[in-house]
């Protein structure tokens, strides 16, 4: 079965405060073993209940298609990503896509883990679920700064928060902190996404043109936006014509070059603080050794 690590809040109903009453309602829930009474009560208070769970007992305590593909309370995720069930075809007593390991309190800070061994079953007419999963978490969205050159020759720096539409279409941003208009590019748009460094990365468009240049706040939020864009663009590669993938091979090259460049300063910068703090080391452990030497002299 498919593993996934999905930190994210999964809320359940709570019509009543005995361990036997609360397992009945879990066995109607993808992964409801994995659930506990804490988060069907805010602040285990029995007395409280949220959103999907007021959902869960319009929808008669029960898993259906349309409780499944509504939206999560407060986010662009549906019940069914959020509970390992992103194509909706859970059966009571079977096995869902996803099994739900790990949950915190925001299904924006959700994130995933495939097992190595996991293969991705093709679910929905569109990808395997592991995919469908990944972009809900691009949906959810992550902060960003974004570079751009301002009047074409000095560079700028700005936050922005970059999001997956919710038909994985379009990449849509808008500048933070604070209400902005948003920018959006088409899926179809993009040619390559390239990585620069730990956190940096770069999307051009199918001629070559550099669209978004990012860096973001942790590797593993880089990688995954590149493994998903690259999932979502590169089945319309097919459609390019031979002078756009020519301009785009040309800036390829060249981002390939910055890279190596990049790479090398690097690499530099890292054995040259390497060596600063070795040469302290011996600093201290000279001064400690005369100090020693010292005393030593003077107690003969």
């Known amino acids: 079965m498919k593993t996934v690590i999905v930190s994210v809040a999964l809320i359940i109903a709570a019509t009543t405060d005995s361990t036997m009453g609360l397992a009945k309602y879990l066995n109607e829930l993808p992964n409801g073993s994995s659930f506990q009474q804490g988060l ?4 285990d208070d029995s007395s409280k209940t949220s959103a999907f769970a007021n959902a869960f007992a319009t929808a008669g305590h029960t898993w259906s298609a349309s409780l499944c593909a509504e939206k999560f309370p407060s986010s662009t995720m549906t019940n069914g990503a959020a509970f390992g069930d992103p194509c909706c075809t859970w059966k009571k007593g079977g096995t869902p896509d996803f099994t739900v390991t790990v949950f915190t309190t925001s299904p924006t800070k959700a994130t995933t883990k495939t097992a190595s061994s996991s293969m991705g079953n093709v679910c929905c007419g569109t990808g395997s679920s592991e995919m ?14 974004k570079k751009s050159a301002f009047l074409g020759v000095l560079s700028r720096t700005d936050n922005v ?15 933070t902190p604070g209400p902005s208009s948003s920018e959006e590019i088409p899926i179809y748009r993009i040619g390559k996404v390239c990585t620069m460094g730990r956190l940096d990365l770069v999307i051009l468009g199918q001629n070559g043109q550099k669209l978004l240049e990012l860096t973001a706040s942790t590797t593993s939020v880089r990688d995954l936006w590149v493994q998903t864009l690259e999932e979502l663009y590169l089945p319309g590669q097919s459609e390019q014509n031979e002078e756009d993938a020519k301009n785009l ?3 390829m090259e060249k981002q390939q070059e910055k890279q190596n460049e990049q790479y090398w300063k690097d690499r530099t910068q890292e054995l040259e603080k390497r060596r600063l703090d070795a040469e302290e080391r ?3 452990i000279g001064v400690i050794g005369m100090k020693y030497t010292a005393q030593a002299m003077a107690k003969r």
């Open 132 to 145: 469908l999963a990944r972009q809900e978490l691009l949906k959810e969205g992550n902060e960003f700064k």
């Open 40 to 43: 069907g009560h805010p602040g």
């Open 249 to 251: 091979n040309e800036k």
């Open 282 to 284: 011996k600093k201290k």
């Open 161 to 175: 928060y970059l999001q997956l539409n919710p038909s994985a279409t379009r990449l849509v941003w808008r500048q």
